[in-house]
């Protein structure tokens, strides 16, 4: 059974910094892509930021670019988003996920299987 729990999220101010990071369980961690997704009150969930297996290749939503950074620690089975200069509109619950087979980078939402609960992220204005 794979696991994902994320940490990290909190409160801060425009402007500010925030990092996630994401622990997976399981001994082929390194062989699938990873997503963060996130999901604001009322709105559906989006992909934020997605990473291949080996982290060679990287995608990340308009809204972000420039500001948020994947990566990924295969020897610690850990997945990370940096996030900087915050906005007011990344105000959401983020989730990390893990594709379904296969190491390509995935950007949809179907593409995912497994998922964690999720953290909070809160930008104040």
């Known amino acids: 059974q794979v696991q994902l729990v994320e940490s990290g999220g909190g409160l801060v101010q425009a402007g500010g910094s925030l990092r996630l990071s994401c622990a997976a369980s399981?001994?082929?961690?390194?062989?699938?892509?990873m997503g963060w997704f996130r999901q604001a009150p009322g709105k559906g969930r989006e992909v934020v930021a997605a990473?291949?297996?080996?982290?060679?290749?990287?995608y990340y939503a308009d809204p972000v670019k420039g500001r948020f950074t994947i990566s990924r620690d295969n020897a610690k089975n850990m997945v990370y988003l940096q996030m900087n200069s915050l906005k007011a509109e990344d105000t959401a619950s983020y989730y990390c996920?893990?594709?379904?087979?296969?190491?390509?980078?995935?950007?949809?939402?179907?593409?995912?299987?497994?998922w964690g609960q999720g953290t909070q992220v809160t930008v104040s204005s």
């Open positions: 990473i291949s297996w080996s982290g060679g290749s990287t």
């Open positions: 399981g001994r082929t961690f390194s062989t699938y892509a």
């Open positions: 996920a893990r594709a379904q087979a296969g190491g390509a980078i995935a950007t949809s939402e179907r593409r995912y299987n497994y």
